[in-house]
Structures are given as C-alpha cells and as structure tokens.
C-alpha cells in the first residue's frame, strides 16, 4: 500500500488542504495552475496594451469603442483570474492562443460595439497576430 501513495500522488491523486489564493484541486494540478495564470495574466495586458496604443491613435466614436473594448477586456480578464478550480487554467489556457480575442468577441456588448463599427473587429483581428 505504502508504495502505491508515491506513484498515485504523482498522478495528482492528493487533494491540497490548504488552497493557496484560493486554487482547488490536487497538489500538481494547483503548482502547474500556479505556473500558468501568471501566463494568463501576461497575455490580457498584451492585448490591452495593443488596444490602448490603438485607441491613442484614434479619435471620437472608434476610440470611444476602444475603451469600451478595454472595458469588456478587463471584465473578461477579472471573470478568468476569479476561477479558482486548478483544473480550469490547466483545460482552458495551458496552451495560450486566441482565448482572449475570442471571449471579448463572444461578449453581447462586444457584439453591439460591432453592429455600429466595424474597427473593433479590425483591432482585435490585426492585434491578435503579434
């Protein structure tokens, strides 16, 4: 029995009793979690950065929507980092692709903003590919 406990708390088989900042789940699922929301966090200011340089360059209705992107892109970035199951960040942003551009893309108030301009899509189109 004794030799089974390495081999199954290597498979992430033991459960943290003391959550650090609030993550849940198994010792190896919360350390690699620990690795990857700092990663999460770096690429939501990536794209505000790159929304904040293009709405400096702007004027009137489309920076005005630009914030509100920026807006929606801090929503969106506080709902994420609120997750506190490990398992999340190691399912959905072990691997970091275009998650950031899609949930702002996927936001009903996104969707407005696009129904009256089409520079948000433009933005978050040309932005993304950096």
């Given at each position: 029995m004794?030799?089974?406990?390495?081999?199954?708390?290597?498979?992430?088989?033991?459960?943290?009793?003391?959550?650090?900042?609030?993550?849940?789940?198994t010792v190896?699922?919360?350390?690699?979690?620990?690795?990857?929301?700092?990663?999460?966090?770096?690429?939501?200011d990536?794209?505000?950065?790159?929304?904040?340089?293009?709405?400096?360059?702007q004027?009137?209705?489309?920076?005005?929507?630009?914030?509100?992107?920026?807006?929606?892109?801090?929503?969106?970035?506080?709902?994420v980092?609120?997750h506190?199951?490990?398992?999340?960040f190691i399912h959905d942003?072990?691997?970091?692709?275009?998650?950031?551009?899609?949930?702002?893309?996927?936001d009903?108030?996104?969707?407005?903003?696009k129904?009256?301009?089409?520079?948000?899509?433009m933005?978050?189109?040309?932005?993304?590919?950096?």
């Amino acid at each position: 029995m004794q030799e089974r406990i390495p081999e199954w708390e290597g498979e992430g088989g033991s459960l943290n009793e003391t959550p650090e900042k609030g993550l849940t789940g198994t010792v190896n699922q919360i350390e690699w979690a620990k690795q990857i929301k700092p990663q999460v966090n770096a690429e939501f200011d990536r794209v505000k950065t790159a929304l904040e340089t293009a709405a400096a360059k702007q004027s009137g209705q489309d920076r005005m929507n630009t914030q509100a992107m920026i807006a929606i892109l801090e929503d969106k970035r506080a709902e994420v980092m609120a997750h506190e199951e490990a398992g999340y960040f190691i399912h959905d942003w072990q691997e970091i692709r275009d998650q950031v551009r899609q949930s702002i893309m996927n936001d009903d108030r996104y969707k407005a903003i696009k129904a009256v301009s089409s520079t948000p899509e433009m933005l978050l189109a040309t932005r993304d590919q950096n």
